[in-house]
T-cell receptor, first 115, second 114 residues
């Protein structure tokens, strides 16, 4: 059973509009959440993160919202640009007893920003 | 340039022929990890390492081995590859003490096992 879910495999938005990517998780032990962006033939690149003690984190055009009670987070991109077209992975991490760090990724959402 | 490198980038092999995928980072990161990406499943963690000589299993470790003899290198070993290990593999590293959750990924290795 997937602990991190991204129920929308794809999303298309017009340039200049808002993109909202959603992510749900099941494990209440997750203490940190991240978004990664991936272009074809490249490795994922870190985009933005949020600690479980916060409900919002903003970095330029990117904002991540966390709703712990609903076990839901979302990534908002405003305004969307054609260069934002990529696959976006939601990820969650939990500190382990041996100070390790377990990362769990969702299946990804392909965002297409149309000019 | 700060980066994570993987070699080879593409590999086609046959069942049972041992192979090693190398991973190296030049950022002096303590944490390194291996993932596989499969359609509809996202990235799944295979093994990770907190530092030299410290490794642990991720979510899908079966059929893989790793070693961490030097801080910069974290090779992934498939002793007897099988077709279900055909996948896209990513190595990643992160500075655990400064930004533990921000992983830097390599470009990926596409492995096909016939």
């Amino acid at each position: 059973d997937q602990q991190v879910k991204q129920n929308s495999p794809s999303l298309s938005v017009q340039e200049g509009r808002i993109s909202i990517l959603n992510c749900d998780y099941t494990n209440s032990m997750f203490d940190y959440f991240l978004w990664y962006k991936k272009y074809p033939a490249e490795g994922p690149t870190f985009l933005i993160s949020i600690s479980s003690i916060k409900d919002k984190n903003e970095d330029g055009r990117f904002t991540v919202f966390l709703n712990k009670s609903a076990k839901h987070l979302s990534l908002h991109i405003v305004p969307s640009q054609p260069g934002d077209s990529a696959v976006y992975f939601c990820a969650a991490s939990a500190a382990l007893i041996n100070y390790g760090q377990n990362f769990v990724f969702g299946p990804g959402t392909r965002l297409s920003v149309l000019p | 340039e700060a980066q994570v490198t993987q070699n080879p980038r593409y590999l086609i092999t046959v069942t049972g022929k041992k192979l090693t995928v190398t991973c190296s980072q030049n950022m002096n990161h303590e944490y390194m990890s291996w993932y596989r990406q499969d359609p509809g499943l996202g990235l799944r963690q295979i093994y990770y390492s907190m530092n030299v000589e410290v490794t642990d299993k991720g979510d899908v470790p079966e059929g893989y081995k790793v070693s961490r003899k030097e801080k910069r290198n974290f090779p992934l070993i498939l002793e007897s590859p099988s077709p279900n290990q055909t996948s896209l593999y990513f190595c990643a590293s992160s500075p655990m003490r400064i930004r533990p959750h921000e992983q830097f990924f390599g470009p990926g290795t596409r492995l096909t096992v016939l």
